[in-house]
């Protein structure tokens, strides 16, 4: 335990540390959590965040529904989520403690901003009495600071507007957090020096509410000790912070410069796919074509119609507009195109739940179409991976004329860690199907007799002119053909077609013994939470693996194999039991669904409480939210 | 890199190429056209098969985009790059042949269903971004591949299968559409006017932006004559406009009939003079205004206007798009790995 001369507060090490803002969403919580992560991972701290926001962009202020939060949790250690619960929960007014102070951990530290603990805050959070003041806050290490008051203080001889000096009180609050963590003010006054270069009064203000959050925090008898969360041993290299939607966004500009071929995106926006769209609309420098469609069925025929025409189509989108999108999708596979299908997965049916996260469009991808409809689906494990899955997405559309279906979900779009930037002279580039040189003879349907690949024949080759079309074709010529044996002989090619993918695609790996008393098979972004788990529960001494896959159609080759090496398979998911279904119909596998469907992701404990459950450990398993 | 824009002018070629001498006969596939006999679409198809030589494009370089239904059968039947997609889709598709290659001449086949019901959305879309495509809405007014049921132009009271007491639905004219959602080229023609209707396809497929062609076709099978009264040889000069740019609207045998306004409503001038006050066609104004009023001139209380009601100049969208790609490259050239590493790094190690 250290001793810090100057202010001798205690300070504490501990190895790892999650931390919540919470606040109105006109607070600001996003961009200050978001300071907060840049700053430990400056500071070298392996990480994982999580925004929470609501899906009004401007609920009624106060309001429940207007709560905003983001979560990061920091470590000394390798992480993978980011935490199950906060040790350090920063509430800027009633409702953001109504809707928060459940998952604080007992014990934990409690910041509030008691000048927004006023009547009328607390009756639209539904507290007939402060809870500052009836003790129902005991079991917790409440720290009650006037931030509105102090930061109006600091801030009065600017020239701003009572709100507008309202509007910095998240930096004052950072303040104190960053005191609380013993780490630098630099990051973000540097971040804010660039931010509000063009607004000097507003830097001003930024600025000064964070110095006067941090002076309050180290000055006052309120907080006792400080907490040290050492730099984590992560690998040599440059590092970047990236979220999934992010590093899927630059994932398809590095694929389409692998492939040398022009992105073509189209997507109608929705949430939380759109900013897939944000981001690639930034880079026409690298050739990237974006469209806002006017609907989702505009969006993927827009695509279909680029890769027609030599480029690389691409549409995202999530659950909702999948199901939109799926009568074209079977046009690119009838039409055997190249096609690209984002769908950042959330929570469903219908409309949902658009901001909080799910895993329930595996089986719509699978069979969500009319006929025999194969395509490829992959999904990425960790917002990192989304780069790299991007890449494999358009690498296998390109490889076998096919859509492929890339599925994210809410919980990596918007979650983020740091990342080891890739060099991209590392990557191979991606072959395609198109050939320069025609000679006499050639047709558009000119099939790779292993693969059933039929060559991409652009408009522009002459002696390749050709009709292509959602009708049934011939095998050979690509004419309509009705014919029962060519649409049985069609229907296995295409099928046949898109298993064979299965020799271009990795072999599943496995996390822990070769061999044992139970597999937690698992896909998409759950990656973290069941890999800690599994850890954690080896650490306990249990025979436990985990696999997780990330080629959801064809599976691995060697995935059936793995599968009969254990006595049980436990399968985690954001659904009611979707990977489940496709795992026992295809391998005659018992596999235990284990099914979240809250909206939230899983929780370690969660995992290893059923883990525990399942191996015989405890008598049952049940969520926090199930009642008994 | 596959695709390389090598021109981007609809009917035009870049010099240095060889511009090709091509007929009729080598627009024409070599399947079997299965339109019922006596259909309207034969002979669009033939004034199209007809006008594409003109253009001087190689076959290769065009490209015919359909949706679902009889009309959308077209691309089967022209000698060049074809896509038959999916119902109403054929906006959407093309738009994204275009905007990938502009160097590429497209053509939008739809019809009535097709283009302003399941597909009108992406019609109105379209005729708003203003690509450089040719379409063609084959109006029968009628569904037929469906085998009859009334159309979003069907006349209201037509009794047909799925309206057995007769459609209870206002019709939608398709040249109104277009003009509302800011077309720059509209026009309208019919199946038996062969000349008129050729020379209609060629200045549309000559136009620089989104041409709309309107085009009566006659459903000898389930709506025949629908258009008879006004199109029929014998009739047309009398009951059909022919629209001609700086020309006062004229009509009749002798063209001695013509048409002036009285306020927003055309009025009709019978042995029309000089002096009559007759209203002169301006294709060219910015203004939808002319072209709307001379839209909402339906039979019978007024002759039938065809011919180009509006052409306009605008910037194109995939023109526009490039010019924001060749802009981007300049104020920033591409680094991969300096956007894969962001603006934010520090260094481990």
Same mark, same amino acid.
């Given at each position: 335990m250290a001793i810090d001369s100057k202010s001798e507060e205690r300070i504490e090490t501990r190895s790892q540390a999650t931390v919540r803002f919470a606040g109105d969403s006109g607070d600001g919580m996003q961009l200050t959590g978001n300071q907060f992560t840049k700053t430990n991972a400056v500071y070298g701290n392996d990480l994982a965040t999580l925004p929470d926001f609501p899906a009004e962009i401007r609920a009624p202020t106060g309001s429940l529904p207007g709560v905003s939060g983001f979560q990061i949790s920091f470590s000394s250690n390798d992480i993978h989520t980011p935490g199950d619960n906060p040790d350090v929960l920063v509430a800027m007014n009633p409702a953001a403690l109504k809707t928060n102070l459940t998952d604080l951990i007992k014990g934990g530290l409690l910041i509030v901003d008691a000048d927004e603990f006023k009547p009328l805050n607390l009756r639209k959070a539904g507290y007939e009495k402060s809870p500052l003041e009836d003790g129902s806050l005991a079991a917790y290490q409440l720290i009650s600071v006037n931030i509105t008051q102090n930061n109006e203080r600091a801030l009065e001889d600017l020239d701003l507007k009572p709100k507008e000096r309202f509007l910095s009180r998240n930096f004052y609050a950072l303040?104190?957090?960053?005191?609380?963590?013993?780490? +630098?003010?630099?990051?973000?006054?540097?971040?804010?020096?660039?931010?509000?270069?063009?607004? +000097?009064?507003?830097?001003?203000?930024?600025?000064?509410?964070?110095?006067?959050?941090?002076?309050?925090?180290?000055?006052?008898?309120?907080?006792?000790?400080?907490?040290?969360?050492? +730099?984590?041993?992560?690998?040599?290299?440059?590092?970047?912070?990236?979220?999934?939607?992010?590093?899927?966004?630059?994932?398809?500009?590095?694929?389409?410069?692998?492939?040398?071929?022009?992105?073509?995106?189209?997507?109608?926006?929705?949430? +939380?796919?759109?900013?897939?769209?944000?981001?690639?609309?930034?880079?026409?420098?690298?050739?990237?074509?974006?469209?806002?469609?006017?609907?989702?069925?505009?969006?993927?025929?827009?695509?279909?119609?680029?890769?027609?025409a030599g480029s690389l189509g691409i549409t995202g989108t999530s659950g909702p507009g999948l199901a939109l999108k799926s009568e074209a999708i079977n046009l690119a596979l009838m039409t055997e195109l190249p096609l690209v299908v984002l769908d950042i997965q959330r929570a469903g049916p219908s409309t949902g739940m658009p901001t909080k996260t799910e895993q329930s469009d595996l089986l719509q991808a699978m069979y969500g179409r009319n006929g025999d409809s194969p395509v490829i689906i992959i999904a990425p494990a960790t917002p990192g991976e989304c780069f790299e899955m991007a890449i494999e997405a358009v690498r296998l559309a390109l490889t076998y004329m096919t859509p492929v279906i890339y599925l994210s979900d809410g919980y990596l779009a918007n979650g983020s860690s740091p990342w080891l930037v890739p060099s991209i002279a590392n990557f191979d580039p991606i072959p395609n199907n198109y050939k320069e040189v025609v000679r006499d003879g050639d047709s558009a349907y000119d099939r790779d007799p292993e693969t059933l690949v039929r060559r991409w024949a652009i408009p522009g080759q002459k002696g390749l002119e050709h009709r292509v079309g959602g009708i049934e074709k011939s095998f050979e010529t690509g004419n309509i053909n009705y014919e029962p044996s060519n649409h049985h002989k069609m229907t296995l090619a295409r099928a046949q077609r898109i298993a064979g993918a299965v020799r271009d695609i990795p072999d599943q790996v496995v996390n822990g013994p070769e061999k044992g008393d139970l597999l937690v098979l698992g896909w998409g972004g759950t990656y973290g939470a069941i890999t800690s788990a599994v850890t954690q529960a080896q650490e306990e001494g249990m025979s436990v693996a985990s696999a997780h896959i990330r080629y959801l159609n064809p599976f691995p080759k060697n995935l059936e194999e793995i599968l009969n090496r254990y006595e049980t398979i436990l399968i985690p998911e954001l659904n009611n039991g979707q990977l489940s279904v496709l795992i026992r119909a295809l391998y005659n596998v018992d596999a235990i669904p284990f099914g979240k469907i809250s909206g939230q992701p899983f929780k370690i404990k969660e995992i290893l409480g059923k883990i525990h459950h399942v191996l015989g450990h405890s008598k049952s398993f049940k969520f926090d939210f199930e009642e008994d | 890199?596959?695709?390389?824009?090598?021109?981007?002018?609809?009917?035009?070629?870049?010099?240095?190429?060889?511009?090709?001498?091509?007929?009729?006969?080598?627009?024409?596939?070599?399947?079997?056209?299965?339109?019922?006999?006596?259909?309207?679409?034969?002979?669009?198809?033939?004034?199209?098969?007809?006008?594409?030589?003109?253009?001087?494009?190689?076959?290769?370089?065009?490209?015919?985009?359909?949706?679902?239904?009889?009309?959308?059968?077209?691309?089967?039947?022209?000698?060049?790059?074809?896509?038959?997609?999916?119902?109403?889709?054929?906006?959407?598709?093309?738009?994204?042949?275009?905007?990938?290659?502009?160097?590429?001449?497209?053509?939008?086949?739809?019809?009535?269903?097709?283009?302003?019901?399941?597909?009108?959305?992406?019609?109105?879309?379209?005729?708003?971004?203003?690509?450089?495509?040719?379409?063609?809405?084959?109006?029968?007014?009628?569904?037929?591949?469906?085998?009859?049921?009334?159309?979003?132009?069907?006349?209201?009271?037509?009794?047909?299968?799925?309206?057995?007491?007769?459609?209870?639905?206002?019709?939608?004219?398709?040249?109104?559409?277009?003009?509302?959602?800011?077309?720059?080229?509209v026009a309208r023609s019919v199946d038996r006017d062969t000349t008129h209707l050729e020379s209609i396809l060629y200045k549309a497929a000559k136009h620089k932006g989104t041409s709309f062609v309107e085009v009566y076709q006659n459903c000898n099978i389930f709506n025949d004559g629908a258009f008879s009264a006004f199109a029929e040889k014998n009739v047309r000069p009398e009951k059909m406009v022919y629209l001609e740019h700086g020309e006062p609207v004229r009509f009749g045998k002798q063209r001695e009939h013509g048409l002036r306004l009285d306020g927003f409503t055309p009025e009709v001038v019978e042995n029309a003079t000089a002096d009559s006050g007759l209203l002169v066609h301006d294709i060219h104004q910015e203004s939808t205004a002319l072209a709307s009023i001379l839209s909402t001139m339906d039979y019978p209380d007024y002759p039938v206007p065809v011919g180009i009601f509006r052409q306009v100049e605008r910037a194109t969208y995939e023109d526009q798009l490039e010019m924001q790609v060749a802009q981007a490259r300049e104020n920033q050239p591409p680094e991969l790995q300096d956007l894969i590493a962001g603006q934010e790094t520090w260094v481990v190690g």
């Amino acid at each position: 335990m250290a001793i810090d001369s100057k202010s001798e507060e205690r300070i504490e090490t501990r190895s790892q540390a999650t931390v919540r803002f919470a606040g109105d969403s006109g607070d600001g919580m996003q961009l200050t959590g978001n300071q907060f992560t840049k700053t430990n991972a400056v500071y070298g701290n392996d990480l994982a965040t999580l925004p929470d926001f609501p899906a009004e962009i401007r609920a009624p202020t106060g309001s429940l529904p207007g709560v905003s939060g983001f979560q990061i949790s920091f470590s000394s250690n390798d992480i993978h989520t980011p935490g199950d619960n906060p040790d350090v929960l920063v509430a800027m007014n009633p409702a953001a403690l109504k809707t928060n102070l459940t998952d604080l951990i007992k014990g934990g530290l409690l910041i509030v901003d008691a000048d927004e603990f006023k009547p009328l805050n607390l009756r639209k959070a539904g507290y007939e009495k402060s809870p500052l003041e009836d003790g129902s806050l005991a079991a917790y290490q409440l720290i009650s600071v006037n931030i509105t008051q102090n930061n109006e203080r600091a801030l009065e001889d600017l020239d701003l507007k009572p709100k507008e000096r309202f509007l910095s009180r998240n930096f004052y609050a950072l303040g104190i957090i960053l005191w609380l963590f013993n780490r +630098p003010l630099e990051t973000v006054e540097r971040w804010a020096t660039d931010k509000f270069s063009r607004n +000097p009064i507003v830097l001003e203000a930024n600025l000064r509410a964070l110095r006067a959050g941090n002076a309050f925090a180290e000055t006052t008898e309120l907080i006792h000790h400080r907490y040290e969360v050492a +730099p984590a041993e992560v690998a040599p290299g440059t590092y970047r912070h990236i979220n999934g939607n992010e590093a899927t966004a630059l994932g398809l500009v590095a694929a389409s410069q692998l492939a040398d071929i022009p992105i073509f995106y189209a997507s109608y926006p929705i949430t +939380p796919a759109t900013d897939v769209l944000h981001e690639l609309a930034k880079h026409r420098n690298f050739g990237v074509k974006t469209m806002q469609a006017e609907d989702e069925m505009a969006a993927v025929c827009a695509a279909i119609g680029s890769s027609y025409a030599g480029s690389l189509g691409i549409t995202g989108t999530s659950g909702p507009g999948l199901a939109l999108k799926s009568e074209a999708i079977n046009l690119a596979l009838m039409t055997e195109l190249p096609l690209v299908v984002l769908d950042i997965q959330r929570a469903g049916p219908s409309t949902g739940m658009p901001t909080k996260t799910e895993q329930s469009d595996l089986l719509q991808a699978m069979y969500g179409r009319n006929g025999d409809s194969p395509v490829i689906i992959i999904a990425p494990a960790t917002p990192g991976e989304c780069f790299e899955m991007a890449i494999e997405a358009v690498r296998l559309a390109l490889t076998y004329m096919t859509p492929v279906i890339y599925l994210s979900d809410g919980y990596l779009a918007n979650g983020s860690s740091p990342w080891l930037v890739p060099s991209i002279a590392n990557f191979d580039p991606i072959p395609n199907n198109y050939k320069e040189v025609v000679r006499d003879g050639d047709s558009a349907y000119d099939r790779d007799p292993e693969t059933l690949v039929r060559r991409w024949a652009i408009p522009g080759q002459k002696g390749l002119e050709h009709r292509v079309g959602g009708i049934e074709k011939s095998f050979e010529t690509g004419n309509i053909n009705y014919e029962p044996s060519n649409h049985h002989k069609m229907t296995l090619a295409r099928a046949q077609r898109i298993a064979g993918a299965v020799r271009d695609i990795p072999d599943q790996v496995v996390n822990g013994p070769e061999k044992g008393d139970l597999l937690v098979l698992g896909w998409g972004g759950t990656y973290g939470a069941i890999t800690s788990a599994v850890t954690q529960a080896q650490e306990e001494g249990m025979s436990v693996a985990s696999a997780h896959i990330r080629y959801l159609n064809p599976f691995p080759k060697n995935l059936e194999e793995i599968l009969n090496r254990y006595e049980t398979i436990l399968i985690p998911e954001l659904n009611n039991g979707q990977l489940s279904v496709l795992i026992r119909a295809l391998y005659n596998v018992d596999a235990i669904p284990f099914g979240k469907i809250s909206g939230q992701p899983f929780k370690i404990k969660e995992i290893l409480g059923k883990i525990h459950h399942v191996l015989g450990h405890s008598k049952s398993f049940k969520f926090d939210f199930e009642e008994d | 890199m596959i695709n390389k824009t090598i021109g981007n002018k609809k009917g035009e070629i870049l010099s240095g190429e060889e511009i090709p001498v091509l007929t009729r006969k080598d627009f024409v596939s070599d399947q079997e056209v299965r339109w019922c006999p006596g259909c309207g679409d034969y002979s669009i198809l033939a004034q199209m098969q007809k006008m594409l030589p003109a253009l001087r494009i190689p076959r290769e370089n065009i490209v015919f985009v359909s949706g679902i239904g009889c009309s959308s059968r077209f691309p089967y039947y022209v000698e060049s790059y074809g896509f038959h997609s999916i119902h109403g889709r054929a906006p959407a598709i093309a738009t994204g042949v275009k905007a990938a290659r502009p160097d590429l001449s497209v053509f939008i086949v739809t019809g009535d269903g097709d283009g302003l019901s399941i597909g009108g959305n992406h019609l109105i879309h379209i005729l708003r971004r203003n690509l450089d495509v040719t379409i063609i809405l084959f109006n029968n007014r009628i569904y037929g591949l469906t085998k009859g049921q009334y159309s979003p132009t069907s006349d209201i009271g037509k009794t047909t299968k799925s309206a057995p007491l007769g459609t209870i639905e206002s019709p939608l004219d398709p040249v109104r559409l277009a003009l509302a959602a800011g077309a720059s080229f509209v026009a309208r023609s019919v199946d038996r006017d062969t000349t008129h209707l050729e020379s209609i396809l060629y200045k549309a497929a000559k136009h620089k932006g989104t041409s709309f062609v309107e085009v009566y076709q006659n459903c000898n099978i389930f709506n025949d004559g629908a258009f008879s009264a006004f199109a029929e040889k014998n009739v047309r000069p009398e009951k059909m406009v022919y629209l001609e740019h700086g020309e006062p609207v004229r009509f009749g045998k002798q063209r001695e009939h013509g048409l002036r306004l009285d306020g927003f409503t055309p009025e009709v001038v019978e042995n029309a003079t000089a002096d009559s006050g007759l209203l002169v066609h301006d294709i060219h104004q910015e203004s939808t205004a002319l072209a709307s009023i001379l839209s909402t001139m339906d039979y019978p209380d007024y002759p039938v206007p065809v011919g180009i009601f509006r052409q306009v100049e605008r910037a194109t969208y995939e023109d526009q798009l490039e010019m924001q790609v060749a802009q981007a490259r300049e104020n920033q050239p591409p680094e991969l790995q300096d956007l894969i590493a962001g603006q934010e790094t520090w260094v481990v190690g």
